[in-house]
């Protein structure tokens, strides 16, 4: 057991080893690099809502993060995927969103723009953002926004477009909503399913 003036040393060893890591040690030049863009991103105070913290516009608009993907057929499974979700996201957004529920579509569609697993699909996407906005004022600008992004993907890769006016009925989710309308819902893992097993349209 330790006798008293070895506790007041160790004591002394452990504050002055948390004083040196926490308080003298330097910030590193990362931390100076993100300090640095937050001070000079514009804020879009259009896209504020009270009591809503959502990152800076510079993490929003940022450049894609991934790496590339070399196999197309990895990339061909993925854009199914990534295709199937913002749809689906897209069609069960609020009829009537509040200015909260718009700025976080918004924010989401362009963060899914960073983060999608494909640099270069991301790096098309987000010019198609730039060049189309998203459009959030209701679920049917949202869905007919989603669906014509689509099929400006799908002409660029010499594939059919798909008929935007049946993107409701094709990304239904079997959420709380759809159960009511139509007495039953799908569960997650039947959606997951269909992700896997059902051709989307690009």
């Known amino acids: 057991m330790l006798r008293r003036p070895s506790l007041t040393l160790a004591a002394i060893v452990i504050a ?6 926490f308080v003298l040690t330097p910030p590193s030049p990362s931390s100076y690099a993100v300090a640095d863009v937050k001070a000079e991103a514009p804020v879009d105070k259009t896209a504020q809502v009270p009591g809503l913290a959502l990152p800076d516009q510079s993490v929003i608009q ?20 990534g295709w199937k979700l913002l749809h689906t996201v897209l069609a069960q957004y609020p009829e009537n969103p509040t200015e909260e529920e718009k700025v976080t579509l918004r924010s989401f569609i362009h963060l899914f723009s960073r983060v999608y697993p494909c640099r270069e ?53 079997g959420c709380a909503e759809d159960e009511e309308e139509e007495g039953e819902g799908k ?16």
């Open 16 to 21: 002055f080893v948390l004083l040196v890591v």
């Open 187 to 202: 569960g997650i893992s039947m959606i997951l399913d269909e992700i896997e097993d059902t051709p989307t349209m690009g």
């Open 62 to 81: 940022g450049k894609p993060i991934m790496a590339k993907m070399a196999n197309e057929t990895k990339r061909a499974e993925l854009g199914n995927a």
């Open 121 to 173: 699909c991301a790096e098309h996407f987000q010019q198609l953002l730039r060049e189309y906005p998203p459009q959030v004022s209701s679920r049917e600008a949202a869905s007919m926004w989603g669906c014509d992004a689509h099929n400006k993907v799908n002409i660029r890769l010499n594939k059919p477009v798909f008929d935007c006016n049946e993107v409701s009925n094709k990304y239904s989710c």
